[in-house]
């Protein structure tokens, strides 16, 4: 199981903007270079990218919470 | 074509020397490095004046292409650096030619900011004395703002430039501890602080929030009680306002009580905040290499023993400049 990997710190979202649809919910096929989330640090939202296609099968972070660089956001399935 | 083709600018590079001295009284802060021992070190290893021009990232550094022969160095923050794919390290004199091009990757593995020197050094034109970025009002650096795709940066003349092939070892980089200390002057507004709360203050293991980046770093993680005392003219009513002074680069106010913001390079110069000290300018490089979700703790210390860390640094660079032959 690969999983998609915060490439910085800050604060993670699931979506664009507070009112938007989720970028993907599980379930769903994401392509390589897809955006799956959004991180905020330094007064920056920087779009979080799967480096590979598959089907998100699990978010381990929840919608707007802190994290850590190189810390798992999600699992990316076959 | 004397040039350093921006092919990705990561996600917050600027150029950056030694700063901009002189100006704080007009509102002007120095801005400059962050970490001012990595920008020096990675000048000397390019054969550099050691306060000229070079690039700082945060998190996720830049890709560049070289049109001409240069020498380049990375220092700062440990991080995955490769020239035109393969690892190369950090803390070295790296040769390149038209055509190369050096990705700075992520993730950081230890620290926040790495630096990226040039022989030749970044050729913007000076603004004010320095050519460092300050991006609130858009001066210095290349065109005032963050590196973009697509930028094409002037570089300096390199004839001065030394052979390349020269490293700095590992006892002359900074260390990156877990936990940085943070040795603080305290002052200038510490009055308004309970004892207790300055105790507070000093045995609080403060945490890096998402607000961190070259203006000031906001900390989290305790809640600091003032003296109760009716506010005198011109201080807000905020316990945590006094009567507007300047801000020393590098001071620690409290909005609140339970916000603190430690002051950096970019910082506003004055307000109307209580300071209740002030980083020494020694550790502002450790506040540099923290990152959001960091813990760090203030060490009191005096003028003194601020004077003596820089001394220390001072002897440290010169280690650094007689083993380069600088």
Redesign the interface.
């Known amino acids: 199981m690969a999983t998609i990997?915060s490439?910085?710190?800050?604060?993670c979202y699931r979506r664009p903007a507070p009112d938007a649809d989720p970028y993907v919910e599980v379930g769903d096929t994401v392509a390589s270079g897809q955006t799956v989330a959004l991180i905020?640090?330094?007064?920056?939202f920087?779009e979080l990218r799967s480096e590979q296609e598959g089907t998100i099968t699990k978010f381990l972070v929840e919608d707007g919470e802190?994290?850590?660089?190189?810390q798992d956001i999600a699992e990316v399935g076959a | 074509m004397k040039e350093l083709i921006v092919h990705t600018g990561g996600l917050s590079t600027t150029v950056q020397d030694a700063g901009r001295d002189g100006h704080y009284a007009l509102g002007i802060p120095p801005s400059g490095a962050m970490d001012q021992y990595s920008l020096r070190v990675a000048n000397l290893l390019v054969g550099n004046d050691e306060r000229a021009a070079a690039l700082e990232a945060t998190y996720i550094g830049p890709r560049v292409e070289f049109t001409d022969d240069r020498v380049c160095a990375v220092t700062g923050a440990d991080v995955p650096v490769s020239l035109n794919g393969d690892p190369v390290e950090s803390w070295r004199a790296l040769p390149v030619r038209a055509g190369d091009v050096l990705s700075i990757f992520s993730p950081v593995t230890g620290g926040a900011r790495p630096y990226l020197a040039v022989s030749g050094g970044i050729g913007v034109p000076e603004y004010l004395g320095s050519r460092s970025t300050y991006t609130l009002t858009g001066i210095g650096g290349f065109e005032g703002r963050k590196l973009a795709d697509g930028d094409r940066l002037p570089l300096g003349d390199a004839a001065g430039a030394r052979a390349a092939g020269r490293e700095v070892p590992e006892e002359l980089h900074p260390a990156l501890p877990e936990m940085p200390e943070i040795r603080t002057v305290i002052g200038l507004c510490s009055y308004r602080l309970t004892s207790a709360a300055l105790d507070s203050f000093l045995g609080t293991p403060w945490r890096v929030t998402k607000d961190a980046d070259r203006i000031g770093y906001r900390i989290r993680g305790g809640s600091l009680d003032f003296v109760e005392r009716e506010q005198p003219h011109g201080a807000g009513s905020d316990p945590a306002n006094v009567v507007d002074l300047g801000y020393p680069v590098g001071s620690i106010q409290v909005p609140g009580g339970d916000e603190p913001i430690v002051l950096l390079n970019d910082a506003v110069t004055g307000g109307g905040y209580a300071t209740v000290g002030t980083v020494i300018s020694v550790d502002r490089d450790r506040m540099a290499q923290t990152k959001t979700g960091d813990h760090i703790q203030f060490v009191r210390t005096d003028l003194e023993g601020a004077l003596a860390a820089r001394r220390e640094r001072s002897e440290r660079l010169q280690r650094v400049r007689e083993l380069l032959g600088a």
């Open positions: 990997k490439t910085m710190p800050g604060v905020e640090v330094m007064k920056n920087s802190e994290v850590s660089i190189g």
